[in-house]
């Protein structure tokens, strides 16, 4: 079944066209990856895919419901970890999810069993009652992601889950998401810049290149699709490059990183 499809999806700011004409489909149960450069236009197509930005031109589906139309019924049917910080520092882990509750509307029945849950599924229930600017990186990701499937949403959207992480923090990161898809059956729709997590997370892959589609696949299929001779082994970083590599000389995309390091700075702050 189809949980995700896109036709012609295009944004636009000013003369600047960060997504070009996107079509797409994501079947329900995969773990779907975005790859590109800075500045691609992976956060774009998530956030109108997440009805937080009205696409310029082109449609988008997400659960069987049209995102310009039905974007409340999107919004109940998806859980969205953004690539900015979404909990709050000054409060615990169960008060950022009791939060979360209230907004998702659960019953007050509910509400203490779903956050108990949920802190278990990514490993944080013994730091329920700590303060969270106390917590690292990766145990912030993970209560994002308990934050964000309170509700138990069908789709998953993550916009760079493990950009700073260590080795270790990334790997419990990826564990954690492996077991929602497993045992809630969740589809994941995520971006990322390390080609290790898409080659061991994602079941299928798309690259974008300067807001077009440059490629789609599963990893075998991208890899195969550079036709090196038999033998001779190609990584991800290899279909990477080839798709979404500038020759040499190429000027870089504008604003991409430095809007994202500013903004990680602030969030940085605010945690304090
Ligand atoms: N609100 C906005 N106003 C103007 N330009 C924007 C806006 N949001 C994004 N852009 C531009 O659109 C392009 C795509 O940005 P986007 O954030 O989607 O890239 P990305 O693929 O997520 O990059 P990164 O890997 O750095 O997160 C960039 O050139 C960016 O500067
Ligand atoms: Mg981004």
Not at 157 to 186: I, N, Q, S
Request: glycine residues 12%; proline residues 5%.
């Amino acid at each position: 079944m189809t949980i995700l499809e896109t036709h012609g999806l295009t944004k636009r700011f000013g003369d600047l066209t960060a997504l070009d004409g996107l079509t797409l489909g994501v079947e329900a149960g995969e773990a779907f990856g975005l790859l590109g450069p800075n500045g691609a236009g992976k956060t774009t197509a998530i956030r109108m895919l997440t009805t937080l930005l009205p696409p310029t031109s082109g449609d988008a589906r997400v659960a069987g419901l049209d995102v310009r139309r039905e974007a409340a019924a999107v919004r109940r049917a998806i859980g969205y970890v953004p690539q900015a910080l979404s909990v709050d520092g000054s409060l615990t882990a169960c008060e950022n999810l009791l939060i979360f509750a209230k907004l998702y509307d659960l019953p007050r029945a509910e509400r203490a069993g779903r956050i108990q849950a949920a802190l278990a599924l990514v490993g944080l229930s013994d730091f329920a009652g700590k303060l969270v600017r106390e917590f690292s990186g990766g145990m912030i990701r993970r209560l994002e992601i308990a934050q964000s499937t309170l509700h138990r949403p069908r789709l998953l959207f993550l916009d760079e889950p493990t950009v700073g992480l260590d080795p270790l923090a990334r790997t419990a990161v990826w564990e954690h998401v492996e077991r929602l898809r497993g045992e809630l059956g969740t589809t994941l729709f995520l971006t990322t810049h390390s080609m290790e997590e898409a080659d061991s997370l994602c079941s299928r892959l798309a690259i974008l290149h300067r807001g077009k589609l440059a490629a789609v696949g599963t990893p075998a299929e991208l890899k195969a699709s550079l036709g090196r001779p038999a033998g001779t082994e190609v990584t991800l970083d290899d279909v990477f490059l080839h798709y979404a590599g500038d020759p040499l000389g190429a000027p870089l995309p504008e604003g991409g990183s430095f809007r994202e390091t500013s903004r990680e700075r602030r969030t940085a702050r605010r945690l304090g």
